[in-house]
């Protein structure tokens, strides 16, 4: 034997299951040293700052040559 379900979950019961399942907006705060958004807890995409130190180099993006 194998495991089935005695009863058939209605659309409502199944929805009220699932009402957690939806995408959340990562929790954004600015950044100390250029005041842009980002992730708290994590390295400024834009500064490469993390706790009032510089931990990446950021490169400035360069156009290339027509």
């Known amino acids: 034997m194998g ?3 005695k009863q058939r979950i209605s659309r409502h019961r199944q929805g ?3 009402r957690h399942h939806y995408l959340k907006l990562p929790h954004l ?3 100390k040293s250029c005041r842009e958004m980002k992730r708290s807890h994590h ?3 834009n ?3 993390y706790n009032g130190r ?3 180099e950021i490169e400035e993006p360069t156009r ?3």
């Open 43 to 45: 390295v400024c995409p």
């Open 3 to 5: 495991a089935l379900p």
């Open 47 to 49: 500064c490469g700052m």
């Open 16 to 18: 009220n299951r699932r």
């Open 29 to 31: 705060v600015a950044c």
């Open 64 to 66: 290339p040559e027509a």
């Open 54 to 56: 510089q931990v990446l």
